[in-house]
């Protein structure tokens, strides 16, 4: 996991697009003003959440996260966006978007579903205080949008969620076209289920295979620097998406694939607990022991808290 965030370049035309000077967030954020003029404009989560409170109050409109997050211009796109427009259909756009956003930042989307419910979250990994509710206005914003340029038709929320205090209802309840639950006890973008299995008209098999490829690349490069424990843990939530993984699965993903002998050992013990017999590798024993934690549970089937 990276631990700054990585801001798009086109955020300072978008900012100018909307009428806002990019030097006055900066100055209310208290932020280097040189801080745009970066090749890569990388910030801490500290950073990043003082740079949309800086928004905020440099706007002083409060939809202005929301026409922050729509963005109709294909050439402003990023890689990610891009792979996720590509997708078969709404879910696995949501999916790739999260894999692939451990590349730019430390945050998480996560998909939590319930009944006929799926709740979009996102999680900032490394925050210390809340996020700024415009920053989270743009978020979902963003999901909305890209749910529907992929489908190609409006795309309804069935309920959405702020942790906030009531406020501005009727404008939330307009551009998301749901109703507005205030003080809940997380930040959710609720769809049914049926409207997550949406097949996107976008879909493109080619560039896909231009641009997943890469992502996926720089993923493994990634993944290749952590510790075995944390390469174990990435890779647990990236496998077969929907389903349970089998051990089995985590030990063909890992660099150096361990053979099913050794983490089969791992397993032997009352109520599958790992032995730590000297037949069976170190790496074995945590790959089991990280399964039993995680379940072997894919992000998509967690449950709402």
């Not at 280097?32 to 990388?42: H, R, V, Y």
């Not at 809940?184 to 080619?206: C, G, I, W």
């Not at 032995?275 to 069976?280: F, L």
Request: charged share 25%; with cysteine; aromatic share 8%.
């Amino acid at each position: 996991m990276t631990r700054q965030f990585r801001v798009q370049s086109t955020l300072p035309r978008k900012l100018e697009d909307l009428g806002l000077a990019p030097e006055a967030v900066l100055r209310q954020a208290g932020l280097p003003m040189g801080l745009f003029n970066s090749d890569k404009i990388l910030v801490s989560t500290e950073e990043l959440f003082a740079l949309y409170r800086g928004i905020a109050e440099a706007s002083n409109d409060p939809g202005f996260g929301l026409k922050l997050g729509t963005e109709d211009r294909i050439e402003r796109y990023d890689p990610i966006t891009l792979a996720a427009l590509s997708a078969r259909s709404f879910r696995d756009a949501v999916e790739r978007l999260s894999r692939y956003k451990q590349l730019t930042c430390p945050e998480e989307i996560r998909v939590v579903e319930r009944g006929n419910e799926c709740a979009v979250q996102f999680v900032w990994l490394l925050a210390h205080e809340q996020e700024p509710p415009l920053l989270i206005d743009v978020c979902f914003a963003w999901i909305v949008g890209i749910g529907q340029r992929g489908t190609g038709r409006l795309l309804n929320a069935k309920r959405l969620e702020f942790q906030r205090a009531p406020a501005h209802r009727e404008m939330y309840e307009a551009h998301f076209r749901c109703p507005v639950k205030f003080k809940a006890r997380q930040n959710a973008l609720v769809f049914n289920r049926s409207d997550m299995e949406l097949p996107f008209v976008t879909y493109n098999a080619d560039l896909l295979a231009i641009v997943a490829p890469q992502l996926e690349a720089e993923l493994a490069q990634q993944l290749a620097q952590k510790p075995f424990s944390e390469q174990a843990k990435g890779i647990l939530k990236q496998l077969l998406a929907g389903q349970r993984p089998g051990i089995e699965d985590l030990a063909k993903e890992l660099p150096e694939p361990l053979s099913e002998p050794d983490i089969g050992a791992s397993f032997k013990g009352t109520h599958g607990r790992p032995s730590k017999s000297k037949s069976a590798p170190r790496e074995a024993w945590q790959t089991s022991k990280l399964a039993k934690e995680n379940d072997c549970r894919p992000l998509t089937n967690s449950s709402l808290a």
